[in-house]
């Protein structure tokens, strides 16, 4: 199942993420792909708004850190691999004990991963048009997260 909308301000993609969150009722793990600038850490911050993260974390792109975690009604975990320059890295962070973890996984910058190394229910991607409108396409593998972006688009 895929989906895309056309958001036309940072507020917009915030509240697509947010609404998004309040959906998600347990574990998934999410690919985020995009441009530097395109809007992901926009869209992270209104899904973390939605899982119920308290306003005292301030959710910030992981690009230095690799990995913010924060708590809330489903614990996520932000990963950015941006910075990683190999798979072979990914043990040094413990990425097999996170994405075996039953929280949200939204990971940017998936394309060092191994195939078989996670399956991602949701692929999200994020691309700047001519307007300078960000045009977000969802697209689900499997049940539950098909379930989640047909009442996203509700």
């Given at each position: 199942m895929k989906q895309t909308v056309i958001t036309r301000a940072g507020e917009e993609t915030r509240e697509l993420g947010e609404k998004l969150g309040r959906l998600i009722q347990g574990g998934i793990a999410i690919s985020l792909t995009g441009?530097?600038?395109?809007?992901?850490?926009?869209?992270?911050?209104?899904?973390?708004?939605?899982?119920?993260?308290?306003?005292?974390?301030?959710v910030t792109s992981p690009t230095y850190t690799i990995i913010n975690e924060y708590p809330g009604r489903v614990d996520l975990c932000h990963m950015d691999l941006y910075r990683l320059g190999s798979s072979d890295e990914l043990d040094y962070i413990g990425f097999d004990e996170i994405?075996?973890?039953?929280r949200v996984i939204i990971i940017e910058w998936p394309g060092i991963i191994e195939p078989g190394q996670i399956n991602f229910d949701l692929d999200i991607i994020l691309a700047i048009d001519e307007q300078f409108n960000r045009k977000i396409s969802f697209i689900a593998s499997g049940l539950e997260a098909a379930k989640v972006l047909r009442n996203l688009f509700v």
């Open positions: 441009d530097l600038g395109a809007g992901k850490t926009t869209f992270v911050q209104g899904l973390a708004k939605g899982l119920g993260v308290p306003d005292s974390f301030y994405v075996d973890s039953d």
